[in-house]
C-alpha cells in the first residue's frame, strides 16, 4: 500500500480548510494532518509535529502571510513543498511566489482533480500553475511587451525585480535582508547593480524608472 502525501492546510477562513478537507477526503493518497489559520502558526506546527510532504496556503492571511511562508519553509524546511491556493491572479504575486520556491499556483475556483495533480507533481518536484491563471495572463500580457523587453534589455534578473518590489515599497536595506535571509551587504550591492543597469543616481529616480517601464507596478 503507497504511503498517502501528507498535506498541512493553511488559511485564515475555517470554511474554506473545511472545504477543502472535505473535497479531499475521496483521495485516499492524500492525507490532511493538520490546518491552521495563518504562516506563523504553520511554522508553530512544523516545528512541534511530524512534517507534511506538502503546505497549501492563502496569500493574504494576518500575522504572517503566504509570501512570508513561503520564504520561512524554504529557509527552515527546503524538502516542503508549498502550494499556493489564493483568489489573486496578478501576474507579480505569481512570479514572486515561484521565485520564492513555491511549487503552484492555483484559483480558488479550480476543481479538487486540479488540486490533486498539483499535489501529487509537486510531490516529485514538479511544479503547476493553474490553468485558468496561465490563460488569464497570456490574454493580458500579449500585447504588453513592455516587462519582458526590459527586463531583457536591462539584463535585470527575477531577484532584482523582487528586490525592487521591497524597495518600492519602503523597506531598508536590513528589512529586505532579513525577509530573503541574505546580509544587509548583498541587499547594498543588488541595490546599487540596479542603480547601474538602470543609469540611476538614487532610489527615488530608480523606483519612477522601473514604474513608468512597467518592470513593476
Excluded: W
Amino acid at each position: 500500500m503507497n504511503i498517502p502525501i501528507k498535506v498541512l492546510l493553511v488559511d485564515d477562513h475555517a470554511i474554506v480548510r473545511n472545504g477543502i478537507i472535505a473535497l479531499l477526503e475521496e483521495f485516499p493518497e492524500i492525507e490532511i494532518v493538520g490546518q491552521v489559520s495563518n504562516g506563523s502558526e504553520a511554522i508553530d506546527y512544523l516545528k512541534s509535529n511530524e512534517e507534511p510532504k506538502i503546505i497549501i496556503t492563502d496569500l493574504k492571511m494576518p500575522v504572517m502571510g503566504g509570501l512570508d511562508l513561503i520564504r520561512n519553509v524554504k529557509a527552515s524546511f527546503q524538502h516542503i513543498n508549498v502550494i499556493v491556493l489564493s483568489g489573486i491572479d496578478e501576474l507579480k504575486e505569481i512570479l514572486m511566489c515561484f521565485e520564492l520556491g513555491a511549487s503552484a499556483y492555483l484559483a480558488k475556483n479550480v476543481s479538487v482533480y486540479e488540486i490533486v495533480f498539483a499535489i501529487n507533481q509537486a510531490a516529485i518536484g514538479y511544479q503547476h500553475l493553474s490553468t485558468g491563471i496561465g490563460l488569464k495572463l497570456l490574454s493580458e500580457n500579449s500585447s504588453n511587451k513592455n516587462f519582458s523587453t526590459e527586463l531583457s534589455n536591462l539584463n535585470i534578473s527575477k531577484r532584482e525585480v523582487e528586490i525592487l518590489y521591497f524597495i518600492a515599497d519602503g523597506y531598508t536595506n536590513s528589512e529586505i535582508a532579513e525577509k530573503l535571509f541574505t546580509s544587509k551587504r548583498t541587499i547594498e550591492g543588488y541595490r546599487q547593480n540596479l542603480l547601474d543597469k538602470t543609469g540611476k543616481k538614487n532610489t527615488a529616480a530608480l523606483i519612477n524608472y522601473v514604474v513608468r517601464s512597467g518592470i513593476i507596478d
